[in-house]
């Protein structure tokens, strides 16, 4: 979700996966790579990843074509990328090896990444299992064709080349991909397997739809020190400083913050360790002090946290927003309203996080479920400024002045309604249920509102017809 300094917005969901400090590391160069090329140039994106990247796999792709593609894929991720910090120019090299698990062939693989819309996105040579294929952009998606059809249970190796430019200014959707007040920021930058989702929105929900990864290997390198946060945990650091490696396990992206003059203060809750990342003039230790208030009350409520380290960043502007491990609190947040951001987008770690949804197509499931927590942890209910609403419409079908207050209050409450009457204990028992059957999955709104509705004897499902005409 996304929320601005005084208001807050959101993201979410449909027919998901069918067919159509880490302590300061060691000072030794990461295995495999060099922070500089033989010639003293910045290294390239190539020169920073695992030497078996290069290795590609016999392939098991066919002849034929099926016009077909899926989400239901388990692919891993290694990613080296390179960051000039004066001209904000992003040169890098996916890696994805994933393997079709839906029940039929597919001949391409769609990639998600706001390189295309914000970042003037310019591809380098693709390819399939070490031949080149010519992929297609459009909006936010990256059409990889495999170059024949990759059967049920195979797997394919898909090498991305890319290069893009880090806007200069937070304003409209540039915030996800931009390098301003000392601070650059990069959200779904990685080409991640998706659907051909649209990128362009009449509010500020957000246009996304990603699978979880096993495994993702980040290298990111700069031509100046920079203190990264990010997703994952960091696992080795160049002498020189400039190159840092870090690897995550079921995640749904891979986001960053980076700046120059960042310092860090932490705390740890139930072993968590919960890190602040920012810059001179922010509001670290009650944003620090928010953090541990909120993962301590949501714990108790939705179950552990599933990571072992939650980072706080200080992101360069635009809305707070959640990554997995990851929360951006922007500057400037109105003091009023600081709580209630953090401990909403810390919320999304297990609605979002640990159970994916079509953030785009079915908002309900993770915002309205992530508003209705962070309400409840801070006695923050309140009733809707808005009319009331159809809850079961894609981000596209609201205006940007009623969204939040139709998803997230109107949404919350409704959920909300349904606690009150079932009990907390065998509310947050059902939520907990839905959690665990999800975990690390992608579902509908419809599966939300049914473990909801089978923990209780009252028939919510007759209540809401009317709010879900779509699923009813």
């Not at 078996?52 to 891993?76: D, F, H, K, W, Y």
């Not at 064709?145 to 540039?174: D, I, K, M, Q, Y």
């Not at 990010?230 to 160049?238: D, E, M, N, V």
């Amino acid at each position: 979700m996304r929320t601005r300094r005084g208001a807050v917005v959101a993201l979410l969901t449909v027919g998901l996966l069918g067919v159509t400090p880490a302590a300061p590391v060691s000072a030794t160069p990461i295995p495999g790579s060099s922070a500089r090329g033989s010639s003293g140039a910045p290294a390239s994106p190539a020169m920073l990843l695992p030497p078996e990247i290069a290795a590609q796999p016999a392939t098991r792709i066919v002849p034929g074509s099926v016009n077909r593609t899926t989400m239901a894929l388990t692919a891993t991720y290694s990613v080296g990328a390179s960051l000039a910090w004066g001209s904000g120019r992003l040169s890098g090299q996916a890696t994805i090896t994933a393997t079709n698990d839906s029940p039929a062939g597919i001949d391409r693989i769609e990639l998600g990444t706001v390189l295309a819309p914000l970042g003037g996105l310019r591809l380098g040579v693709t390819s399939v299992d070490g031949r080149t294929v010519a992929p297609t952009v459009s909006g936010q998606t990256i059409r990889v064709p495999l170059g024949g059809v990759l059967p049920s249970g195979a797997a394919a190796t898909v090498v991305v080349r890319f290069s893009a430019t880090l806007r200069s200014s937070t304003r409209g959707s540039n915030w996800l991909f931009a390098r301003a007040n000392g601070i650059a920021e990069l959200y779904r930058w990685i080409p991640w397997v998706s659907r051909s989702t649209t990128f362009a929105r009449p509010n500020h929900g957000d246009p996304f739809v990603t699978p979880s990864s096993p495994a993702v290997h980040v290298v990111l390198h700069a031509d100046v020190p920079l203190r990264w946060a990010t997703t994952g945990t960091r696992t080795a650091l160049s002498a020189d400083g400039l190159t840092a490696t870090f690897d995550a396990a079921d995640v749904r992206d891979f986001i960053v913050t980076a700046s120059r003059d960042a310092t860090t203060r932490q705390a740890t809750v139930n072993g968590t360790t919960v890190r602040v990342v920012s810059r001179r003039g922010f509001p670290s230790a009650a944003v620090l002090s928010a953090g541990v208030t909120a993962l301590t009350r949501l714990e108790a409520r939705l179950g552990p946290y599933p990571y072992p380290l939650l980072t706080i960043s200080e992101s360069a502007g635009g809305y707070g927003m959640e990554g997995p491990m990851t929360v951006w609190i922007p500057p400037n947040v109105a003091p009023s309203n600081l709580v209630y951001l953090v401990t909403h987008e810390i919320a999304h770690q297990w609605f979002y996080g640990v159970v994916g949804s079509d953030q785009a197509r079915e908002p309900f499931a993770d915002e309205a479920m992530a508003d209705m927590a962070t309400r409840n942890v801070l006695g923050m209910r309140r009733a809707s400024q808005c009319s009331t609403a159809r809850l079961d419409l894609a981000i596209y079908r609201y205006s940007s002045t009623c969204y939040y207050e139709d998803i997230y209050i109107q949404g919350g409450n409704l959920i909300d309604d349904a606690r009150r009457r079932m009990g907390s204990p065998t509310f947050w028992a059902a939520i907990r249920g839905y959690l665990a059957a999800h975990r690390f999955g992608l579902v509908h709104t419809r599966q939300l509102l049914d473990a909801i509705d089978a923990a209780s004897p009252v028939d919510f499902a007759a209540r809401w017809r009317t709010r879900f005409p779509s699923l009813y």
